[in-house]
Nanobody, 117 residues
Framework: QVQLVESGGGLVQAGGSLRLSCAAS????????MGWYRQAPGKQRELVAV???????NYADSVKGRFTVSRDNTRNWVYLQMNSLKSDDTGVYYC???????????WGQGTQVTVSS
């Protein structure tokens, strides 16, 4: 059974930093893309940052230069280093992975990030 477990969320002041981690287990096939999405209250879920197996990254314009996504292919972990946090970064952050060999993507349960101004 595939399971994604996120950690590292919390409450931080504006300008501070947090590091999110996501551990994927129960994966038999190769994971292609891994990354993070977020959902603020009253808004749709949006892409934050993703990384391919070849380490190509893609970021939302709003986080470029502040967030860094990375992955560990040997352990199937993905990370999100968030610096210079703003109140607009507040939301639930979800880990996402894509497994093309089975034609599926998987989501974590979400971790809350709250940035106080």
């Amino acid at each position: 059974q595939v399971q994604l477990v996120e950690s590292g969320g919390g409450l931080v002041q504006a300008g501070g930093s947090l590091r999110l981690s996501c551990a994927a287990s129960g994966i038999i096939f190769r994971i292609s893309r891994m990354g993070w999405y977020r959902q603020a209250p009253g808004k749709q879920r949006e892409l934050v940052a993703v990384v391919t197996r070849g380490d190509t990254t893609n970021y939302a314009d709003s986080v470029k230069g502040r967030f860094t996504v990375s992955r560990d292919n040997t352990r199937n972990w993905v990370y999100l280093q968030m610096n210079s946090l703003k109140s607009d970064d507040t939301g639930v952050y979800y880990c996402n992975i894509q497994v093309p060999d089975v034609g599926r993507e998987y989501w974590g349960q979400g971790t809350q990030v709250t940035v106080s101004s």
